[in-house]
């Protein structure tokens, strides 16, 4: 009877957890909803966001193709390969603005004080963050982000096994996660140190700059610091690689490089315990 008791128990339980579960996640869905429509009552305003979004990502195709029309091979890799390497990161770096993007909005937050009202409400302050504001020009991001890694996918001279498609997939969500750990790392310093913006409008220009290029064309030196100090290397480099079979020359072993997607995870779930405890030591705006 006991037993019988302790198994109810663990089933409402379990029934209590996933309701609150699902119910947390439905009032995510109608503050997007309400943002997004928020959003459309300035219509000019949503169509250069838009806009903006999908003309960075343009010049970053732009400025890739020219340099791979003058310089068809890379360090061993050819264009259709480089192709891939800059599809993966923009797409990653897409659904990084779609789905992480807010923690550019830290600083101001904390500024404005903005995170002070966030503290009273029963929502996650993490998941408030993300909510603050529909992320429109990851819109445009995402629609050039999906044509050119479709584009990428079609040209390059690889027979797409169930393997090679999960492991896909799999760098895309390593990636994604990757970018945004570092960002979301970035933000946790900006509880303290709210001016300490910069930094990530700097970081972002490396990773859009040097992202997109086998990194073996670069020194030693700069290579292994995208590699062990600002991790650009695992976000689509080391996808690539493997997937393409570009194994050697990458600065570590290739058991490294192919656990990519774990590292991203790993350095997500990193990044996400320093800011919650970044959080929890917050005073305050003038603290």
Do not use: K
Not at 56 to 84: C, E, Y
Not at 137 to 145: H, P, S, W
Not at 183 to 203: K, R
Request: glycine share 10%; net charge positive; no cysteine.
């Amino acid at each position: 009877m006991t037993a019988q008791r302790l198994r109810s128990f663990r089933s409402f339980r379990s029934f209590r957890s996933f309701r609150s579960f699902r119910e947390a996640w439905s009032v995510a869905g109608r503050i997007i909803g309400i943002s997004f429509r928020a959003q459309l009552e300035y219509r000019t305003d949503f169509v250069l966001s838009v806009s903006v979004g999908a003309v960075w990502q343009l010049s970053v195709i732009v400025f890739a193709t020219v340099l791979l029309g003058r310089f068809p091979g890379m360090s061993g890799w050819p264009s259709d390969a480089v192709l891939l390497i800059a599809s993966m990161r923009m797409l990653s770096h897409a659904m990084n603005v779609l789905f992480f993007g807010r923690a550019h909005h830290m600083a101001g937050l904390v500024q404005s004080g903005r995170i002070e009202g966030f503290l009273l409400r029963p929502l996650p302050v993490f998941r408030q963050v993300q909510l603050s504001a529909f992320p429109t020009n990851a819109l445009g991001d995402l629609v050039v982000g999906v044509s050119m890694f479709t584009i990428a996918v079609l040209t390059v001279s690889l027979d797409w096994t169930a393997a090679r498609i999960g492991y896909l997939v799999a760098g895309l969500a390593g990636g994604t996660l990757m970018e945004a750990a570092v960002f979301v790392a970035l933000s946790a310093f900006h509880f303290h140190y709210p001016s300490s913006s910069y930094w990530s409008v700097w970081t972002e220009e490396l990773l859009s700059t040097f992202g997109s290029y086998p990194l073996a064309i670069f020194p030693r030196l700069v290579s292994g610091a995208f590699t062990f100090v600002l991790p650009l290397a695992f976000i689509a480099y080391f996808p690539a690689a493997v997937l393409t079979g570009h194994g050697s020359g990458l600065g570590v072993p290739f058991a490294v490089a192919a656990a990519a997607p774990l590292a991203g995870l790993a350095a997500f779930v990193g990044a996400r315990l320093l800011w919650n405890r970044s959080l929890r030591h917050y005073t305050g705006v003038n603290g």
